[in-house]
């Protein structure tokens, strides 16, 4: 399948390159597209891509591909639509947009929004065990914890190239238009502290919102949101669960930990299920399932295939055989109202401004 990728950044270069690389049985890529030419060449060379280009606009009227891995930073909506109204099936590395409104605009067509962790071999497995036990009904809680190190600790070994060539001027512009989308999302009032955890919310902690979507439904309600100390700093998120039970959320910023690190337990009636997630940069480095049943009986299960890897083939699948996706836009939407849910209630409880679609 020829493919074009948008964004030749971080999660590029470190992931999705190696693995195009070696999945040539299923996507050529012939076309790349950056901000940065440097960066586009870069990652053109590396995967044989003869196209690169610096406009999207002029990507897709380019053509001469069937599908778009959207993979730039920021909200993907504007260019989501552009690629969808062109035609052009699109997998969507998350978050899908910043507001609702962007993603009502979206155009009927084939999009996969990219949340790696629920192809995860792990989750997949704890999914089926759950599904045994009986389902989100036998859940008496899910608890989550995440140890964030900086970005640049976490790539460092990655020998990422660099982008210099870009105007000064057009990343300014950009962040202005994330600044009006996220006021859109929030309100104008909004203070930067609720800015900055929805910002965390649909960044990062999407990710856990997408495992329980897959393992209990969204979460229809939040009940309480904190955090504290210098911005990211710590978050703690806790709710009911649609089914029956609670979850809990604790998000912690620690820019020198010495790695990440990211907790899913799940607790029923006679046991836990416990996923403990390695950096998500590290290619093949295993989740470990640890199953806690009866008798205090405890069983590891780990699987090395790269979840990056499984996703890429099912979005292949999605294309080519029409097997839908995990996420489409339908999740991505439910994340999006989740961490403006999320944004609310801190407000609430803060006595802070907070308008637009979140109010």
């Known amino acids: 399948m020829k493919i074009a990728l948008v964004g030749c950044g971080a999660v590029t270069q470190a992931v999705y390159v190696p693995l195009l690389s070696r999945r040539r049985d299923l996507f ?28 999207l606009h002029e990507m897709l009227a380019g053509g001469g591909f069937e599908a778009v891995l959207m993979l730039a930073s920021g909200s993907h909506g504007e260019y989501v639509r552009q690629a969808l109204a062109a035609g ?16 009502a605009a979206l155009p009927e067509g084939r999009l996969m929004v990219g949340y790696m962790k629920q192809y995860d071999p792990a989750v997949r497995r704890a999914e089926e065990l759950l599904a045994e036990l009986g389902g989100p009904g036998v859940i008496r809680s899910v608890e989550v914890s995440v140890l964030h190190p900086s970005g640049e600790s976490q ?20 962040r202005a238009a994330e600044t009006a989308l996220v006021s859109e999302a929030l309100g104008e009032s909004a203070p930067e502290s609720v800015r900055n955890l929805y910002g965390v919310a649909l960044g990062s902690i999407c990710h856990d919102l997408s495992l329980l979507r897959r ?25 009911p669960l649609p ?63 790269e979840a990056f890897e499984v996703q890429l083939a099912a979005f292949h699948a999605f294309v080519n055989d029409g097997r839908p996706p995990l996420t489409g836009a339908d999740g991505g939407l439910e994340d999006i109202v989740t961490a403006q849910r999320i944004a609310a209630c801190y407000a609430v409880q803060h006595d802070l401004p907070m308008g637009g679609e979140a109010a």
């Open 155 to 174: 790539l460092a070994y990655a020998n990422l190239t660099q982008a210099r060539d870009v105007d000064a001027g057009l990343p300014a512009s950009l």
């Open 88 to 103: 052009y099936a699109v997998l969507c590395e998350k978050p899908l947009a910043l507001t609702r409104a962007e993603v």
């Open 28 to 55: 050529e890529v012939v076309a790349v597209c950056d901000l940065s030419r440097t960066l586009a060449d870069a990652v053109g060379d590396r995967l044989g891509a003869p196209d690169r280009h610096t406009s």
């Open 243 to 305: 089914v029956q039970g609670r979850f809990t959320i604790r998000w912690h910023y620690l820019e020198d930990y010495p790695a990440y690190r990211e907790t899913v337990t799940i607790h029923h009636d006679r046991g836990s299920l416990e996923l403990v997630f390695p950096s998500p940069y590290l290619m093949n480095a295993p989740t470990t399932l640890t199953v806690v049943s009866g008798g205090e009986s405890r069983t590891e299960w780990r699987d090395v295939t």
């Open 215 to 239: 393992f209990t439904g969204s979460p229809t309600e939040i009940s309480y949101v904190e955090m504290w100390g210098p911005a990211p700093g710590s978050i703690e998120i806790s709710g």
